[in-house]
């Protein structure tokens, strides 16, 4: 969780950013590209969405190549089962 002071610190000393702030800040640049993006060619494309990923975690992953991580609770239980392609 961050405060709204220290989001405007945050903006005002980029160097003094905590752990939240700097995930609020890549959040925001994200949103930035991503709203550039539809602004100038009036629609979102895949190209937009890895640029949008590629600044939000700041790396170039892309798309996942296999389904997703099961996901499992405290107990061990599993919870979610990604779907499988057939």
Known sequence: MITHDELFQ??????TATG???EV???????QVGV??????????NN?????QAELEEDR????ALPGTVLRADTGQVVYTPPTRS
Do not use: D
Not at 25 to 31: C, D, K, N, V
């Open 36 to 45: 550039e993006a539809v602004a100038s060619s009036g629609r979102l494309t």
């Open 61 to 64: 992953a892309g798309f996942r």
């Open 20 to 22: 939240a702030g700097k």
């Open 10 to 15: 945050q903006a005002t000393f980029a160097e």
């Open 48 to 52: 937009h969405i890895l640029a949008i």
């Open 25 to 31: 800040t890549r959040y925001r640049q994200a949103l």
